[in-house]
């Protein structure tokens, strides 16, 4: 089995506190991919020790979450989460303890832990610390509740969400009882932020195993979280799956693809429920507005495109209908490429002359000098030869006496 090759400061840490008296162990995510042969991205710290004690041994800390028994560890220019193991009281809101009660027993802080493949403990004196059979869950490529399934999904309701998202990002299969738990416990997702819900969709449609997505809507879960994205998605199953699968790792095709069917009439309400950045829902908008807009790969046409839609966005059309075996768009993103670097002419600000030119030849600021550029603008981008500044003022000088 791979041992943890844990960072010396996170060693270093552990090390440290038991050099105080303290238990510490790595512990959920970092365990698991090390486990699986994967290279974790953080190291998760739980300990035996107080926060207060944690921050008395260690010089560079903050109170990253201390309510819950969190304190953040600077070593260098990196931070670790150390928390203390801790029971945690009734959950109100499907999403927060009330409270919490700080343990010195690691079993007691593994059981209040979402799946047996996040709830293995290790460090170099005692090695995995697995009370639940995880090892053993991940050897078998299952995701299992801890304990009751159910009681961990009414604690925490979006760990549904993450279980969807985990068989998707591992390849692995939910465990029987546990889906049945959560098929049995769907509504309670509408508990959960918005954006906790975005979140955890993205990294779902982001994720290599895209054969698992059909968990998101068989489970009933997608239901809950948006009607009119599983209404939508009906009939279209496959195809969605399959072009999520063609669609790299762009946010805005991604999801583009998951709500590509939902009625036009429906489509900003069902976008408010993501609450997505300024930036992203535009680009989202824009495929949507462009999903049954015929492509052409010669030049002239992709500068037309890339002239209405930016090249950012002609860019991202020509992906999301790339992801359709689009052999038209998968050719018209190689003539994209080779006009920007061609540095040719796609808008207005890149024409080589400009409004003072236009002034200095006798036409004035306003609708008139508008038509003008526009004009130009569509001589360049059929012909981008022309875009010198002798022969668009000559352009211009012609315009005008026609």
């Known amino acids: 089995m791979n041992i943890p090759k844990m960072p010396p400061d996170a060693a270093f840490i552990i090390k440290n506190l038991e050099k105080h008296g303290y238990e510490g162990y790595i512990v959920g995510g970092c365990v698991r991919d090390c486990i699986m042969g994967i290279e974790p991205h953080d ?3 739980t300990t035996s020790a107080s926060p207060m004690e944690v921050k008395s041994i260690f010089p560079h800390t903050f109170d990253s979450g201390i309510k819950h028994g969190t304190v ?9 989460e150390v928390t203390t193991y801790r029971v945690d009281g009734k959950y109100a809101d499907c999403r927060h303890p009330v409270e919490v009660k700080f343990t010195e027993n690691l079993h007691e802080d593994l059981l209040r832990r979402d799946f047996t493949m996040n709830a293995i403990a290790y460090n170099m004196k005692d090695g995995y610390v697995d009370i639940f059979g995880g090892i053993e869950d991940i050897k078998n490529k299952i995701i299992r509740g801890v304990g009751e399934p159910s009681e961990r999904f009414r604690e925490d309701a979006l760990r549904m ?3 969807i998202r985990f068989a998707s990002q591992l390849g692995f299969d939910i465990e029987e009882n546990t889906k049945k ?7 309670l997702i509408s508990k959960i932020s918005s954006e906790r819900i975005r979140e955890e969709i993205c990294k779902l449609l982001i994720s290599p195993y895209t054969n698992n997505i059909h968990l998101l809507w068989d489970t009933g879960l997608l239901k809950n979280i948006s009607q009119s994205i599983h209404e939508s998605i009906i009939g279209h199953e496959d195809e969605i799956i399959k072009q999520i699968s063609n669609s790299g790792k762009i946010i805005s095709v991604l999801f583009s693809a998951l709500i590509q069917f939902v009625p036009e009439n429906r489509l ?3 976008l408010a429920l993501f609450k997505f950045d300024t930036k992203t829902l535009k680009e989202i908008n824009l495929l949507y507005s462009n999903k049954n807009t015929d492509i052409f790969s ?6 037309k495109t890339a002239s209405k839609l930016g090249a950012r966005g ?3 059309l020509y992906k999301f209908k790339a992801a359709q075996n689009n052999n038209e768009a998968l050719k018209a993103l190689n003539t994209l490429k080779i006009i920007l670097e061609k540095k040719q002419c796609i808008d207005i600000k890149s024409l080589s002359i400009n409004g003072s030119d236009l002034k200095n030849i006798g036409i004035s600021p306003g609708k008139k000098m508008g038509e003008i550029l526009n004009y130009l603008l569509q001589l360049v981008l059929e ?12 352009e211009a000088e012609k315009y005008l006496r026609k």
């Open 43 to 45: 190291w998760d710290i």
């Open 72 to 80: 953040t560890v600077l070593m260098g220019n990196t931070n670790y």
């Open 161 to 163: 969400l993450r279980a």
């Open 181 to 187: 738990a959560l098929e049995e416990n769907v509504d």
């Open 268 to 270: 900003k309400n069902t």
């Open 298 to 303: 010669d030049e002239i046409s992709v500068r």
């Open 314 to 316: 002609a860019e991202l």
């Open 383 to 394: 012909n981008p030869s022309l875009n010198s500044r002798d022969a668009l003022l000559n």
